[in-house]
């Protein structure tokens, strides 16, 4: 199923693996997240630069990105519901057990492992917090 956002055209391009794969990297360094939208977002401002570039309309007006990445948003909820039941403070670097988060996530999202084991994948994928030993994971 194809989103269809109004005043925009999908475009089907190739490129490289290894550029795909740069421009990804660039994109989670840049916005500390992979979200919904950004690689679209920067594709078009690129090309809003090489046209720059070959023209003399430098005047065109970008939007802003897509809202806030549904996983930051589900991380924000597993992050109150820590803060209301197990600590007082989260805050970047701070470790906690696995059996917190993994209790966290099924009050948030739901019980079944798959469910909790997609969001630790998740927000690791993301950047929002990161395995340190099997049974401790290190908020971002």
């Known amino acids: 199923m194809c989103r269809v956002v ?3 055209r999908k475009v089907g391009i190739f490129l490289p693996d290894e550029l795909v794969e740069k421009i990804r990297d660039l994109i989670q360094q840049k916005y500390r997240s992979y979200g919904r939208g950004l ?5 078009e401002l690129m090309a809003r ?12 007006k970008i939007e802003t990105p897509n809202p806030t990445p549904r996983a930051a948003i589900v991380f924000a909820h597993v992050k109150k519901y820590l803060l209301d039941n197990f600590y007082f403070e989260l805050r970047p670097g701070q ?7 993994e209790k966290a996530i099924m009050e948030v999202r ?4 798959r469910t909790v084991r997609k969001w630790l994948q998740t927000f690791h994928r993301m950047g929002l917090a990161k395995p340190i030993t099997p049974y ?3 908020i971002l």
């Open 136 to 138: 401790v994971w290190e």
């Open 39 to 43: 690689l679209s977002y920067e594709f």
């Open 95 to 101: 470790q906690i057990p696995l059996a917190h988060l």
């Open 110 to 113: 739901g019980a079944d492992p």
């Open 6 to 8: 109004k005043g925009k």
């Open 49 to 60: 630069h090489w046209i720059s570039l070959h023209t003399n309309t430098q005047t065109q």
